[in-house]
């Protein structure tokens, strides 16, 4: 049965040039090796809004994920659904599955203030203040997550480090830092290291993402490599 994945021709997608669900996807399909197309749409021409396309998905967002005769849409679901259906799963069995389907949904936070601060950098005229605060604030939870584990669930790589990884590498490039610290932890942490502020474990879970083969045969070809890896 084949599997094709919709999802937007990158260079239509204003200001971000990426679509961070659809990349998730993508790596982990690469990632299992399952066999699959992408078609990529440009949004610019509305080629997601299309007839054809609110039949598969009436939201009219993308990715929207087929499979023979299924349709899969909504990004968390397509992730479950790959990975249950698809290849050898990512997800554990027992008690681990617990903590790994917890992380996994837990990303949805990250989704939603990195979506809110691509959303306002997409408006005209000069960023709002605080842009990515709520993102800030969200990434210290996960920075202290990865202060125990080098991955956000067990001890491998898993379907949360990607939704993680693909909105971290989008603020990344479009001005997030990761030296940027919330008001909040600064102001809870008062005079304590500043050492801890800096994110180091995030940005080392992002140097280990850059470097697997699936994130490096995805990556957009609308954005420059990251620094020291060559363009894949
Ligand atoms: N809740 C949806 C949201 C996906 C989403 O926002 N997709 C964007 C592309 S990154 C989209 O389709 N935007 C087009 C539109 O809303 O018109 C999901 O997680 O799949």
Same mark, same amino acid.
């Given at each position: 049965?084949?599997?094709?994945?919709?999802?937007? %021709?990158?260079?239509?997608?204003?200001?971000?040039?990426?679509?961070?669900p659809?990349?998730?996807?993508?790596?982990?399909?690469?990632?299992?090796?399952?066999?699959? +197309?992408?078609?990529?749409?440009?949004?610019?021409?509305?080629?997601?809004?299309?007839?054809?396309?609110?039949?598969l998905?009436?939201?009219?967002?993308?990715?929207?994920?087929?499979?023979? +005769?299924?349709?899969?849409?909504?990004?968390?679901?397509?992730?479950?659904?790959?990975?249950?259906?698809?290849? +050898?799963?990512?997800l554990?069995?027992?008690?681990?599955?617990? #903590?790994?389907l917890?992380?996994?949904?837990?990303?949805?936070?990250?989704?939603?203030?990195?979506?809110?601060?691509?959303?306002?950098?997409?408006?005209?005229?000069?960023?709002?203040?605080?842009?990515?605060?709520?993102? %800030?604030? +969200?990434?210290?939870?996960?920075? @202290?997550?990865l202060?125990?584990? @080098?991955?956000? @669930?067990?001890?491998?790589?898993?379907?949360? %480090?990607?939704?993680?990884?693909?909105?971290?590498?989008?603020?990344?490039?479009?001005?997030?830092?990761?030296?940027?610290?919330?008001?909040?932890?600064?102001?809870?942490?008062?005079?304590?290291?500043?050492?801890?502020?800096?994110?180091?474990r995030? #940005?080392?879970?992002?140097?280990?993402?850059?470097?697997?083969?699936?994130?490096?045969?995805?990556?957009?070809?609308?954005w420059?490599?990251?620094?020291?890896?060559?363009?894949?």
């Open positions: 049965m084949s599997v094709v994945l919709y999802a937007p %021709d990158y260079a239509s997608v204003p200001v971000i040039q990426c679509s961070p659809s990349w998730m996807v993508h790596v982990l399909l690469v990632a299992k090796g399952v066999p699959h +197309e992408v078609r990529w749409l440009d949004f610019a021409k509305g080629e997601h809004r299309t007839e054809a396309m609110r039949a998905n009436p939201r009219g967002t993308i990715p929207v994920l087929t499979h023979g +005769e299924a349709v899969v849409s909504e990004t968390f679901a397509i992730l479950e659904y790959v990975d249950a259906t698809l290849g +050898e799963p990512w554990p069995s027992g008690a681990a599955r617990g #903590r790994a917890t992380r996994l949904h837990e990303t949805v936070y990250v989704k939603d203030a990195g979506m809110a601060a691509f959303r306002a950098l997409m408006q005209p005229g000069p960023p709002p203040e605080g842009l990515w605060a709520a993102l %800030d604030a +969200e990434l210290d939870r996960w920075e @202290a997550v202060q125990a584990s @080098a991955w956000a @669930a067990g001890d491998r790589m898993g379907l949360a %480090d990607l939704v993680l990884f693909t909105y971290v590498a989008t603020a990344a490039r479009l001005g997030w830092e990761f030296t940027g610290r919330s008001q909040r932890l600064q102001a809870a942490e008062g005079s304590r290291s500043r050492e801890s502020g800096r994110r180091q995030l #940005r080392a879970h992002h140097d280990r993402m850059c470097a697997h083969p699936a994130v490096r045969a995805t990556w957009p070809s609308t420059e490599p990251p620094g020291g890896m060559l363009a894949p």
